[in-house]
């Protein structure tokens, strides 16, 4: 699985958007780039994933550059229980792929 | 449905003794995997499985072992624990089916305390 790098930490505006940064200049063609986020002590939770074109849903869009060596998590308008930290994964598909390993991630605090 | 569920959420081990994590997942999902967290730090992976009879070692396995009966339970047991497991410990499920899917469901976490 790909190896990811994230910023430490970032803060945001409440209300303004935040952008997250992950670079994964490893990733290979089958692997998609999955984001997740661990408010408090809970057990992650999923927010979006991709391939190549970019992506969005209910909680936040994704976008992965063209060559796909890096990509950014978007929160349109950040509230204060958007602070977690944000964990950004390679996964691949198939039996043998499957060893998910988690990076530190980014701890967001929404200031308000 | 009740997701991944993990018993028990709080547990204080003295040192050499041992026992065993339980999770079990009600969504026919053939990947599971357990994790430990630290404070302060990201998660790390011990122990996956990606089916019945089917296991393999993660990042930080020493210490550690599971098995894998049945497609709903992934137990992680602590043979003689040590100061050093003690830590927060999740446990995570999901298909490996349906290519493009496979989001990752947590359970709640085991907060396991070794004296």
């Known amino acids: 699985d790909a190896k990811t790098t994230q910023p430490t930490s970032m803060d945001c505006a409440e209300g303004r958007a935040a952008n997250l940064p992950c670079n994964h200049s490893?990733?290979?063609?089958?692997?998609?780039v999955y984001w997740y986020r661990q408010i408090h002590s809970q057990g992650p939770q999923y927010i979006i994933h991709g391939l190549k074109n970019n992506e969005t849903n209910e909680m936040a869009s994704l976008i992965i550059t063209e060559d796909r060596k890096s990509s950014t998590l978007i929160l349109p308008h950040a509230t204060l229980r958007d602070t977690a930290v944000y964990y950004c994964?390679?996964?691949?598909w198939g039996q043998g792929a499957q060893k998910l390993v988690f990076g530190q991630g980014t701890r967001l605090t929404i200031n308000p | 449905n009740a997701g991944v569920t993990q018993t028990p959420k709080f547990q204080v081990l003295k040192t050499g003794q041992s026992m065993t994590l339980q999770c079990a997942q009600d969504?026919?999902?053939?990947?599971m995997s357990w994790y430990r967290q630290d404070p302060g730090m990201g998660l790390r992976l011990i122990h996956y499985s990606v089916g019945a009879g089917i296991t393999d070692q993660g990042e930080v396995p020493n210490g550690y072992n599971v098995s894998r009966s049945t497609t709903e339970d992934f137990p992680l047991r602590l043979l003689s624990a040590a100061p050093s497991q003690t830590s927060v410990y999740f446990c995570a499920s999901s298909s490996l089916g349906r290519v493009g899917t496979g989001e990752l469901f947590f359970g709640e976490g085991s907060r396991l305390t070794v004296l």
């Open positions: 490893t990733i290979s063609g089958n692997e998609y």
């Open positions: 994964i390679g996964r691949a």
């Open positions: 969504m026919n999902h053939e990947y």
